[in-house]
């Protein structure tokens, strides 16, 4: 399997920007997480679907982010404005939603905002 | 709410000795817990993970963690630690519920190791 596909891998740019992060899930899985990773804060869930719906958005820090699901295979996260602050490691990771399902991580997209 | 603690933020071993890296956590009900590595520049990978059975769950690398209930810990064990172990080590607990997919993260143990 190939894992959980994210992209892009490395990403900067300019204040104001919009900045748009995407997930492909491992087939068949049908929970997806994104997190957001800094030195300060460590890491915390942002947001998660299960079967394309989300059902936790509560660590979605301001309007600025959005998140979708529009398919089994495929997630987008969404910074608009992007500010400094925003700077950070972004993963993405998905599970198959069963008692004690375990999530299987992306390599992340490391996000500067200058 | 549920909650991890990660005592040790850098622990630095000899290469070949023993290495144990602490997590306690807290939550309610039964807990299904969980070690993550993350290498420099990756992602996390799961080590291991327990949420029944045998207190005592083996896992990838040679790496072991025994739950114990009583003490509200999940330390990681490893016998003898390689260079190649050098990472940020994970805690994290989870809801053994149906309903409730959300898991809770320490704040890492970085480990270094010294030939």
């Known amino acids: 399997d190939a894992g959980v596909i994210q992209s892009p891998r490395h990403e900067v740019t300019e204040m104001g920007q919009e900045v748009t992060l995407r997930c492909k899930p491992i087939?068949?899985?049908?929970?997806l997480f994104w997190y957001r990773q800094t030195m300060m804060r460590g890491l915390e869930l942002l947001i998660y679907f299960n079967n394309n719906v989300p059902i936790d958005d509560s660590g979605m820090p301001e309007d600025r982010f959005s998140a979708k699901m529009p398919n089994a295979s495929f997630s987008t996260l969404k910074i608009q404005p992007s500010e400094p602050r925003d700077s950070a490691v972004y993963f993405c990771?998905?599970?198959?939603?069963?008692?004690?399902?375990?999530?299987?991580f992306g390599p992340g997209t490391r996000l500067l905002v200058l | 709410a549920q909650s991890v603690t990660q005592p040790d933020i850098h622990i630095t071993v000899s290469e070949g000795a023993s290495l144990e890296l602490r997590c306690n956590y807290s939550y309610g009900a039964t807990p299904y817990l969980f070690w993550y590595v993350q290498s420099p520049g990756q992602g996390l990978q799961l080590l291991l993970k327990?949420?029944?059975?045998?207190?005592l769950v083996q896992g990838i690398k040679g790496f072991e963690a025994e739950f114990k209930r009583s003490q509200s810990s999940f330390n990681l064990r490893k016998p003898s630690v390689h260079w190649s172990d050098a990472a940020e080590y994970f805690c994290a607990v989870g809801a053994l519920d149906f309903g409730n997919e959300k898991l809770t993260f320490g704040t890492g143990t970085r480990l270094t190791i010294i030939p």
């Open positions: 990771a998905s599970s198959l939603r069963t008692v004690g399902g375990t999530q299987y």
């Open positions: 327990y949420f029944s059975g045998d207190t």
């Open positions: 087939s068949g899985h049908n929970s």
